[in-house]
T-cell receptor, first 114, second 113 residues
Framework: DADVTQTPRNRITKTGKRIMLECSQT?????MYWYRQDPGLGLQLIYY???????NKGEISDGYSVSRQAQAKFSLSLESAIPNQTALYFC?????????????FGEGSRLTVL | AQSVTQPDIHITVSEGASLELRCNYS??????LFWYVQSPGQGLQLLLK??????LVQGIKGFEAEFKRSQSSFNLRKPSVHWSDAAEYFC???????????FGQGTTLQVKP
C-alpha cells in the first residue's frame, strides 16, 4: 500500500459544487501539504500543516480550505468549484526531524470542473 | 523574488545518449535543492537533494546533479539515458527543512529508441 494515499484519484464535477479531496498517510509524519499542478507551471503550494493544530496558507489558497482531522489525515475542500480549479492535486508529507524537508507525495487527484 | 527556472520545457534524446537538464534558481537564503521525477499517472519521486557539503550529489537511477553557487544552478545529468527515464522532471528549492518548496515549470524528457 502507498504511504500517502489520496482519494478520489479522479473526479469530474460541475461549477458551484463542493468538492473534498482526502489524504491519509502511514509515514507518521507531522507535516502535510497540498500542492496543485498545472501544465507549464510546476507545482504550487495551497496549504500546509505542521501539526494537527497548525494550518497555514500557501501561495494560492484563495478558493480552498483544509481540515487536519488527525496526524494522518489532511483534507482539501473547494467550497464552490470553478473551471480554473481544474488541475492535478497532490498531497505530500515531510519529516520535521529530517534535515532537508524532503517531500513524499501521493499519486495525485485529478479534478475536472465543468 | 524566489523562483526556479527550468529553461527547457521539452527535451528529446536518443537511448544511450547523455542527458543534462538545466535548473536555475533565485533564492535569498542558503538553498535546499531537489530534483523530482514524475512518471505518467504517478506522484513525484525524489531523485536527489543537496543542502550542504560536496557540490556533486548522486541520486537514484544513475542520476547526479552539481550545485554551482556562482551560477545559481543545479543541473541534473545522466551519462546514458534509458527508455524508462522518459518522464517529467522538476527542480525545486526550499529553505531549511520546512517542506515549503518552490518548483520549476518542469522538463518533459522523451527518449528515442
Amino acid at each position: 500500500d502507498a504511504d500517502v494515499t489520496q482519494t478520489p484519484r479522479n473526479r469530474i464535477t460541475k461549477t458551484g459544487k463542493r468538492i473534498m479531496l482526502e489524504c491519509s498517510q502511514t509515514k507518521g509524519h507531522d507535516r502535510m501539504y497540498w500542492y496543485r499542478q498545472d501544465p507549464g507551471l510546476g507545482l504550487q503550494l495551497i496549504y500546509y500543516s505542521f501539526d494537527v493544530k497548525d494550518i497555514n496558507k500557501g501561495e494560492i489558497s484563495d478558493g480552498y480550505s483544509v481540515s487536519r482531522q488527525a496526524q494522518a489525515k489532511f483534507s482539501l475542500s473547494l467550497e464552490s468549484a470553478i473551471p480554473n480549479q481544474t488541475a492535478l492535486y497532490f498531497c505530500a508529507t515531510s519529516d520535521p526531524t529530517g534535515v532537508t524537508g524532503e517531500l513524499f507525495f501521493g499519486e495525485g487527484s485529478r479534478l475536472t470542473v465543468l | 523574488a524566489q523562483s526556479v527556472t527550468q529553461p527547457d520545457i521539452h527535451i528529446t534524446v536518443s537511448e544511450g545518449a547523455s542527458l543534462e537538464l538545466r535548473c536555475n534558481y533565485s533564492y535569498g537564503a542558503t538553498p535546499y535543492l531537489f530534483w523530482y521525477v514524475q512518471s505518467p499517472g504517478q506522484g513525484l519521486q525524489l531523485l536527489l537533494k543537496y543542502f550542504s557539503g560536496d557540490t556533486l550529489v548522486q541520486g537514484i537511477k544513475g542520476f547526479e546533479a552539481e550545485f554551482k553557487r556562482s551560477q545559481s544552478s543545479f543541473n541534473l545529468r545522466k551519462p546514458s539515458v534509458h527508455w524508462s527515464d522518459a518522464a517529467e522532471y522538476f527542480c525545486a528549492v526550499g529553505a531549511s527543512n520546512t517542506g515549503k518548496l518552490i518548483f520549476g515549470q518542469g522538463t518533459t524528457l522523451q527518449v528515442k529508441p
